[in-house]
C-alpha cells in the first residue's frame, strides 16, 4: 500500500532547515518595515505649528466668592476676619439652588477645610463650591 502514496518532496532537508528557510522572508519584511519607519519618522521632523495665544491673567475677572480661606486657615466674608461663631451669621441663607462658594488658597491642607466643611454642613449648606486658581 505504500507504493501508491509517493514520499513527500523534501529535497533532503532536514525540518528544521525547511522552518528556518520558511521563517527568512518573514524577517526580512520585518526588518524592512522597521527601516521604513525609522526613515518616516526621520523626515516628520516638522515642529508643531503654534497654538492661538490664550488669555492672560491680567484678563480674566475672578469669579465672585461667597467666602474666602487664606493659605493660614484664616475664614474671610467681605474682607472681615471670622471665627466659628460669627462666620455662619456672615454667611449667605443656605439656598438649593445656589451653592456657596468658597475661594481657597493653593496651599490649604484638606485637615482645614474639612473642619469647615463639617461646620457648613452643620449650618445647613447643602452644596459648596470650592474655587481655586490654576498652577502656573
Known sequence: ????????????????????DALLPLINLVFLLLMFFIVAGQL????LPELPATEQAEDRQ????????????????????????????????PDGQQPL??????????????????LLEQAGYQDILLLTEPGQ
Not at 514520499?7 to 525547511?18: A, I
Not at 516628520?44 to 515642529?47: E, V
Not at 475672578?62 to 456672615?90: F, T
Not at 475661594?103 to 469647615?116: R, Y
Open 1 to 20: 500500500m505504500s507504493d501508491l502514496v509517493p514520499p513527500p518532496f523534501t529535497s533532503g532537508k532536514t525540518l528544521m532547515e525547511r522552518v528556518e
Open 44 to 47: 516628520a521632523d516638522a515642529p
Open 62 to 93: 475672578s469669579p465672585h466668592a461667597d467666602m474666602i480661606v487664606s493659605a493660614n486657615g484664616k475664614w474671610q466674608v467681605d474682607g472681615e476676619l471670622l471665627n466659628e461663631e460669627s462666620l455662619v451669621v456672615r454667611l449667605p441663607e
Open 101 to 118: 462658594k468658597i475661594a481657597a488658597a493653593e496651599s490649604i491642607t484638606m485637615a482645614d477645610l474639612e473642619t469647615l466643611f463639617r
